[in-house]
C-alpha cells in the first residue's frame, strides 16, 4: 500500500470522526474545538491534492482567525443546550431524509463523474510547479472581473456590518492620544509657593507634606487635557 | 513511492527534525539565561551567578526543577482540554521551524508557500492560551485567554499586511528565495526599502508571542498570571518553552525577510549559517531589551495601536511600494527587469 493513501485514510477518518464530533458533542466549546480539527484535517488532506494554496489559507483564514473569533464568543456565553435538543425525536425523520438524500446524491454524482469513464489519476506536477502562482495568474487574468466583483461584494459586506453594529451614544468618553500626547507639565499641575508661619490656612491644608513648596494638582480648573 | 522508501524517507526525515529541535530546546534554555543576564545588567544587578560557572547551568538547574514538580490539575477543569493545551501551543512554534532556511542548502522542506506556511502555523499558537484559559475553569485564566485571542487576531493583521510587502519585492513565497532575493550587501536587504514595514512586522511580532511590552495575557500585576495561572511543572515549562520557541521564531523570520538571512553584511566575508545566527541572536536582544525598558501597555491602547496606527502604515507602504515598482525604481524595486 502507498504510505500516501495511507495517511489519506487516517486523515480522513479523523476528519469524519471530528465532524461527528461537533453535532454530537454536549460542550459548545467543545463542538467548537471539532470543528477546528475538522478543518485542520480537510487541509491536510487538500495538501495531499497538492492544492497547498488553499489548504494553507484554510488553516490561517478559517484556524488562526475565524475560528478564533468564534471560540471568543462561545466560550463567553452560557449555552444551555437542553432547550435546543428538545425537538429532536420529532424532526429525526425529516432530517434523516434529507441527510440520506444528500449522501445519495453526492455518491451518484461522484461515481458518475469518475468511476467508469473519463478522469485518468492525476499525475504528480513537478516539484518547481508553484500551486499559488498559477491560483494568482488564474485570478488576476481570466478571473479578473468576477474577482473584482467578489471583493467589492465583501467590502459591502464589511461596511454593512459595522453600520448595523455601531451604537453612538452622547455619553461616551473617547479618549484622543494626538491631544493627549501635546500635554504640557503647566496644563496639569501648578505650584503653589507656602509660606507656613505666615498663611495658616494653606499651611493646615497642605499639613502633611514638608514646608516650603507643596506641588497641588488642580483637579476642578485644570482642562481635562486628552479626555473630552 | 512505495511503502518502504515512504517509510526510510520518514525516518529520515525524523533525524532530520531532531537535528532542528534538540538545538532549538538548547538555545530556548539559554535564551532565558541571557534574558536574566540581560536584564540584570540593565538593572544593575548581577543575575544568575551561582549553579555553574557564572550560572551557567542555571537553566538545566530549572528544568530539573520543573521536571519533579507535580503537575496539578484543578477540580472543576475540563481534563483532557487542560492537559493538551500546553502541547497545543508548543507543537505550532515546533513545526514552523520546518520551512526555516538556516543557510542556502540547509533546509528541512524547501516548500514554495513557505511564508504562508510560517503565518498560519504561528496564527496557531492561540489555541493553545485559549484552550488553557478556558479549561483553567479560572476567571483569571480566562480574562487572560480572552486578552490573547483579541491581541493575536489584531497584530495578525498587521504582520500578515508587512510580509505581503516583502513578497511583492522578492516575488517568492518561499523563504529561501526571499533571502536569495537579498544578495548585494548590508544596503540590499530589506530593511532598507521596506523599513516601516520591517518595524511593524517586529512589533507585532512582539505583540504576537505575548512579550512585554504586550504581555497583557499574562500580566501579573492584574490577572496574576493570566492563562497559566492554574499551570504547574512541566506543563508550566511547556508553556514557557513555546514562548521563548516563538520568539526565536519572530527573530528568525525578521532575519530572513529583512536582514538578508544567511547572506554577509559586506561583499568581501563569505555567507554562512553563522551570519543567520548572529543576526537572529541580535534580534532577539531586542525582545530582551524591550522587557527590560518598557512599562507595560493599557490594553486599549495595545488595540489601537494595532488596528488604528500600525495596519494603515502598513497599507500606506504598500502603495508607495507597488508605485515604485511599477516605476522599476532600482536597485530594490526593479524586479521586473530582474
Known sequence: MDLKLLVFWVFSLVLVGAAVGVITTRNPVQAALFLVLAFFNSAIIWMLMEAEFLAITLVLVYVGAVMVLFLFVVMMLDINLLPMREGFSRHLPIGATIAASVVVLMVLLIRGQFAGSGFEQPLPKPADYSNTEQLGLAIYTDYLFQFEVAAVILLVAIIAAIALTMRRRPDTKYQRPAEQVLVKKEDRLRVVSVNSEDNQDIAAQVAKKPAGTGAVGNGQSAEQGGQS | ?338
Open chain 2, 1 to 338: 513511492m512505495g511503502f518502504f522508501e515512504g517509510l526510510l524517507f520518514l525516518i529520515v526525515t525524523v533525524l532530520k527534525v531532531l537535528l532542528i529541535i534538540v538545538p532549538l530546546l538548547l538555545t530556548v534554555a539559554y535564551l532565558t539565561y541571557a534574558e536574566r543576564k540581560v536584564i540584570g545588567a540593565i538593572q544593575v544587578r548581577k543575575g544568575p551567578n551561582r549553579v555553574g560557572f557564572a550560572g551557567l547551568l542555571q537553566p538545566i538547574a530549572d528544568v530539573l526543577k520543573l521536571l519533579t514538580k507535580e503537575v496539578l490539575v484543578p477540580t472543576n477543569s475540563h481534563r483532557f482540554l487542560f492537559l493538551i493545551a500546553p502541547i497545543l501551543s508548543l507543537a505550532p512554534a515546533f513545526a514552523a521551524w520546518a520551512v526555516i532556511p538556516f543557510s542556502d542548502t540547509a533546509v528541512l522542506a524547501d516548500v514554495n508557500a513557505g511564508l504562508l506556511y510560517v503565518l498560519a502555523l504561528t496564527s496557531l499558537g492561540v489555541y493553545g492560551v485559549i484552550v488553557a484559559g478556558w479549561a483553567s475553569n479560572s476567571k483569571y485564566a480566562f480574562l487572560g485567554a480572552m486578552r490573547s485571542a483579541a491581541q493575536i487576531v489584531a497584530y495578525e493583521i498587521a504582520m500578515g499586511f508587512a510580509l505581503v510587502g516583502v513578497l511583492m519585492v522578492s516575488g517568492s513565497l518561499n523563504l529561501g528565495d526571499i533571502v536569495r532575493a537579498q544578495e548585494g550587501s548590508i544596503f540590499h536587504w530589506f530593511w532598507l526599502p521596506l523599513f516601516p514595514l520591517f518595524i511593524v512586522y517586529f512589533i507585532s511580532g512582539v505583540a504576537e508571542t505575548n512579550r512585554a511590552p504586550f504581555d497583557v495575557a499574562e500580566g501579573e500585576s492584574e490577572i496574576v498570571a493570566g492563562f497559566h495561572v492554574d499551570y504547574s511543572g512541566m506543563a508550566f515549562a511547556l508553556f514557557f518553552l513555546a514562548e521563548y520557541a516563538n520568539m526565536i521564531m519572530i527573530a528568525a523570520l525578521a532575519v530572513i525577510m529583512f536582514l538578508g538571512g544567511w547572506l554577509s553584511p559586506v561583499p568581501f566575508l563569505p555567507d554562512g549559517m553563522f551570519w543567520f545566527f548572529a543576526k537572529t541572536a541580535f534580534m532577539l536582544f531586542f525582545f530582551l531589551w524591550f522587557r527590560a525598558t518598557f512599562p507595560r501597555y493599557r490594553y486599549d491602547q495595545i488595540m489601537r495601536l494595532g488596528w488604528k496606527v500600525f495596519i494603515p502604515v502598513t497599507i500606506v507602504w504598500l502603495t508607495v511600494e507597488a508605485v515604485a515598482i511599477l516605476l522599476d525604481i532600482g536597485p530594490w524595486f526593479d524586479i521586473r527587469s530582474a
